[in-house]
T-cell receptor, first 114, second 112 residues
Framework: KAGVTQTPRYLIKTRGQQVTLSCSPI?????VSWYQQTPGQGLQFLFE???????NKGNFPGRFSGRQFSNSRSEMNVSTLELGDSALYLC?????????????FGSGTQLSVL | GQQVMQIPQYQHVQEGEDFTTYCNSS?????IQWYKQRPGGHPVFLIQ???SGEVKKQKRLTFQFGEAKKNSSLHITATQTTDVGTYFC????????????WGLGTSLAVNP
């Protein structure tokens, strides 16, 4: 079974631009979560989607948005990029939303904002 | 809001020494999960603890969940260079299990 696939792997943007990141979950997984990771800040939760609906949202500004498609693939969009948005963006999928469901992470998209 | 504190933030050991990282929650957890992230990699699930006082072992790794389900620990016996990475704990609030709350992680470095 293929793992969680994130594209692109690396991205360089300039301030003010927008960016869209993609995540394909493990086949059969209906939940996709997004995290921002910066050195020393751990994993900051952005949002979780389940069956095309946003189930949970973290404390990020409205510039960060996401969506999930009927095939469970998910995209994350960041508009009006700021230097502080430079980070590793990780996507994680799980089969359902029960608390005993473990997360499977993708390799991430490393975003650099110049 | 609910927090999961994880200590220490960094730990540097000689190969063969033991290592422990601790997680403490401000509220009762329904369960706790542990993940390991190797340098340059992504978090990988290690284990889940659900029951009060639960202890689980994976070879040299021992995981404990506190009696009050507010704290947890990961102990590695006789560390090896393959243990290098960042260890994260994450748990669901027993009263609101919709969001996984993460510790900031403990980064382990092992000198050969």
């Amino acid at each position: 079974k293929a793992g969680v696939t994130q594209t692109p792997r690396y991205l360089i943007k300039t301030r003010g631009q927008q960016v869209t990141l993609s995540c394909s979950p493990i086949s059969g997984h209906r939940s996709v979560s997004w995290y921002q990771q910066t050195p020393g800040q751990g994993l900051q939760f952005l949002f979780e989607y389940f069956s095309e609906t946003q189930r949970n949202k973290g404390n990020f500004p409205g510039r960060f948005s996401g969506r999930q498609f009927s095939n469970s693939r998910s995209e994350m969009n960041v508009s009006t990029l700021e230097l502080g948005d430079s980070a590793l963006y990780l996507c994680a999928s799980r089969g359902g939303v029960a608390t005993n469901e473990k997360l499977f992470f993708g390799s991430g998209t490393q975003l650099s904002v110049l | 809001g609910q927090q999961v504190m994880q200590i220490p933030q960094y730990q540097h050991v000689q190969e063969g020494e033991d290592f422990t990282t601790y997680c403490n929650s401000s509220t009762t957890l329904s369960n706790i999960q542990w993940y390991k992230q190797r340098p340059g990699g992504h978090p990988v699930f290690l284990i889940q603890l659900v029951k009060s006082g639960e202890v689980k072992k994976q070879k040299r790794l021992t995981f404990q969940f506190g009696e009050a389900k507010k704290n947890s620990s990961l102990h590695i016996t006789a560390t090896q260079t393959t243990d290098v990475g960042t260890y994260f704990c994450a748990g669901y609030n027993a009263g609101n299990n919709r969001k996984l709350i993460w510790g900031l992680g403990t980064s382990l470095a092992v000198n050969p």
